[in-house]
């Protein structure tokens, strides 16, 4: 059981997205809690002002503190009568960048998982002092806000959640392909638009279509993402295969070819 407390200005922006698909049917399981907070709520004056301009001048507006202060100890308050631990997590462009090592770290917390969205500049930066978050970024491009992160995060962590997805049979396949890029995936019609589909996967030979879809997988790393070939060890099979594909003939950059694995 997944639970996750997020902190935004945009509560809606969260609520829509949680609302739909997997994370609903996960919510609906009883796999997953969301409870989404509006930093507006923990304002003290009547106009439930959360920004202002920053000292020293310059662009933009930085989150007020104590809203954000008066959130978590809300939600501290909350967990400790619970008889829960809390893990504050703020996405942040400074942040550690996200993985998917730390997508399955996060399926398994057992603490309450809460995720501060900053917005616009920045947040006060005695939000950092005192509550000490973990950041954590999601690619370096500028996003306007956290809370797109904030649903990576809970997105990225909810599938692999035992139980959420109806065929585990696909987390499996993901953790032996660990870091290649998928095969191409075909459906009915066999024929679209004088578009077939390869003979193979019709032919019921399940090694035959295991060792197609594995040579994929290897081209297209091989191709777009040879970073992600570069500094592994290829199993003997792996390494026959992708010998095979540079001998067909494929333009791209050379790859130093690891060990057996
Ligand atoms: C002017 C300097 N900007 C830093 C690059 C300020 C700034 C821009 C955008 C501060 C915060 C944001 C909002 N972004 C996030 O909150 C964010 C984010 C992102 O922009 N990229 C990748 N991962 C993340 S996680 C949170």
Not at 50 to 63: K, L, S, W
Not at 94 to 111: N, S, V
Request: aromatic share 4%.
């Amino acid at each position: 059981m997944l639970r996750v407390d997020v902190l935004t200005l945009f509560p809606e922006m969260i609520v829509q997205a949680v609302g739909h698909s997997m994370l609903k049917r996960a919510q609906e399981k009883g796999l997953l809690t969301v409870q989404v907070h509006n930093l507006r709520d923990y304002t003290l004056d009547r106009h439930k002002v959360a920004d202002d301009v920053p000292y020293g001048g310059g662009a933009g507006m930085v989150m007020k503190a104590e809203p954000i202060l008066r959130a978590v100890d809300a939600l501290r308050g909350q967990a400790r009568t619970d008889g829960d631990e809390i893990r504050l997590l703020f996405p942040s462009p400074q942040g550690r960048p996200f993985t998917q090592d730390q997508a399955r770290t996060l399926a398994a917390e057992r603490r309450r998982i809460v995720i501060l969205c900053g917005h616009y500049e920045g947040v006060d930066e005695r939000v950092r002092e005192a509550l000490q978050p973990e950041e954590v970024s999601v690619g370096d491009y500028v996003l306007t806000g956290g809370e797109l992160p904030a649903l990576i995060l809970i997105d990225a962590a909810t599938r692999l959640v035992p139980g959420v997805l109806g065929d585990p049979e696909s987390v499996v396949e993901e953790s032996f392909s660990d870091s290649l890029l998928e095969y191409p995936h075909y459906t009915r019609p066999a024929e679209v638009r004088g578009m077939t589909v390869p003979e193979v996967l019709l032919s019921g030979h399940h090694e035959a279509i295991r060792l197609w879809r594995r040579k994929q997988a290897l081209r297209r790393t091989y191709v777009w993402r040879p970073d992600l070939i570069r500094d592994r060890s290829l199993s003997s099979e792996d390494q026959r295969l992708l010998n095979e594909i540079i001998s067909e003939g494929v333009s791209s950059t050379p790859v130093r070819c690891g060990e057996e694995g």
